[in-house]
Nanobody, 125 residues
Framework: QVQLIESGGGLVQAGGSLRLSCAAS????????MGWFRQAPGKERDIVAA????????YYVDPVKGRFTISRDNAKNTVYLQMNSLKPEDTAVYYC??????????????????WGQGTQVTVSS
């Protein structure tokens, strides 16, 4: 069993930055692809970014390309989402997701096995 705990959310003005962290329990973390998803009120949960087990391969949804960066530190069992140039439309609850072990990342939420509780990101205009 893997537990994921997100942190770093909050209220920020448009154009500002936040860094989300997702700390994972368990020694198998380094085998897991990781993803960040977000869900705005009344909308579905959508992928934002994903990263493979080594950090050598990443994916970003088009609206965040050039503004967000996903990274991981396998020694610390942590994945990060650096968010710059934030916009009001980035407002959502952000979730991290993990595993199962695989050579590449997943883009489909149904592929992920473990989920965090979510952290709220609010961007004011």
């Amino acid at each position: 069993q893997v537990q994921l705990i997100e942190s770093g959310g909050g209220l920020v003005q448009a154009g500002g930055s936040l860094r989300l962290s997702c700390a994972a329990s368990g020694r198998a973390f380094r085998q897991y692809p990781m993803g960040w998803f977000r869900q705005a009120p009344g909308k579905e949960r959508d992928i934002v970014a994903a990263i493979n087990w080594s950090g050598g391969s990443t994916y970003y949804v088009d609206p965040v390309k050039g503004r967000f960066t996903i990274s991981r530190d396998n020694a610390k069992n942590t994945v990060y989402l650096q968010m710059n140039s934030l916009k009001p439309e980035d407002t959502a609850v952000y979730y991290c997701a993990a595993g199962p072990p695989a050579p590449n990342y997943f883009r489909d939420s149904n592929e992920y096995r473990y989920w965090g509780q979510g952290t709220q990101v609010t961007v004011s205009s």
